[in-house]
């Protein structure tokens, strides 16, 4: 049978380990994790893992989930804070408790017991690119910065004092400007702002004996609001696989992905008889319908059960990549674009 590894265009990096290990007869799960490892451990993808872009308040969080085909058995953590192997854990979920989400200290915790190693997933690069969104964005209009922004102001309030103008925490209201270098220290390379704040790894694999597996991994949304949990760490919006039918997995604003169960509602259109093309239409014409004052892309990856690899954008000109067993690398293919209302992040 046809090995197969699907994913977002950032999961190339770990495409080689993954069919590596599919070649040596290796299973769909065992590869998924590889090849989303690998991209954790990347300092330069500031969406996932170490280097991954941090909350409102500084603090880098991760999400993670993994979904086997074959049994639907799932793992998930949410808000990890500390760890970088977050679909390592996800896995401990799935293979040591009787539970499919764990978050925040809870995560910690067993990533902890479970011997990973801590690390500050927070790296200098990263910091600047917060810091410097913050002093340039805080004061305009855009509409969810302004929205977080006066939660966090709510919630810093002295419920015994209560003031009526919006004060910023301490952690931000210091975050605001960029603290001075220290004497001595060295020239700062360039500060490379990227033009997604946001992104996701996606791996789908097909392994020798027709399973399916399918994993996300996430920083999430940059700045969002402490805590916040994305699509990624959902089974059925950010990630779905189920050999009977087929698999699927999300990038993009995870709340419209949350809200519609896209993942799931793939993998279920096709269950119902749509093809894979229809399925992802069905899921795109969704997206662009729903009613969101922070409406922006969402992008799908998806496999039949036959194998078949597909992928769309609700905006034009993204990628993703696939490998099959006879191909010597990652190939980089176009998303097909289902046009709507979803503007790009
Ligand atoms: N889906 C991710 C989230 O909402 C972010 C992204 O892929 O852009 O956390």
Known sequence: MTLLLVGSSNAAIGFPPAMELLQAGGNAVDAVVAAVAAVEANPDDHSVGYGGLPNLLGEVELDASLMDGATLATGSVGALAGYRDAIALARVVMDTLPHVLVVGAGAARLAAEARLEPIDLLTPEAERIWRSRLDDRLPDDSAYLARVRDLVAGLARDPEHPDPDPVLPPDLASASVAPPDPPGA????????????????????????????????????????????????????????????????????????????????????????????????????????????????????????????????????????????????????????????????
């Open 186 to 345: 060295p020239t700062p390379r360039p500060l490379r702002i990227p033009d997604d704040v946001h992104g996701t790894v996606n791996v789908i694999a097909r392994d020798a004996a027709g399973h399916l597996a399918c994993g996300v991994s996430t920083s999430g949304w940059a700045w969002k609001y402490p805590g916040r949990l994305g699509d990624s760490p959902i089974v059925g919006a950010g990630n779905y696989a189920d050999d009977r039918f087929g698999a699927a997995a999300c990038t993009g604003r995870g709340e419209m992905a949350q809200r519609l169960c896209t993942a799931h509602s793939v993998v279920m259109a096709m269950r119902f008889g749509r093809t894979l093309d229809d399925a992802l239409t069905l899921a795109a014409e969704d997206l662009h319908a729903l009613p969101d004052p922070y409406k922006s892309e969402v992008n799908i990856v998806a496999v039949d059960r036959d194998g078949n690899p597909a992928a769309v954008s609700t905006v034009a000109g993204k990628t993703y990549v696939v490998q099959m067993s006879e191909m010597a690398a990652a190939e980089v293919r176009e998303r097909r674009f289902v046009p709507g209302r979803c503007r790009a992040a």
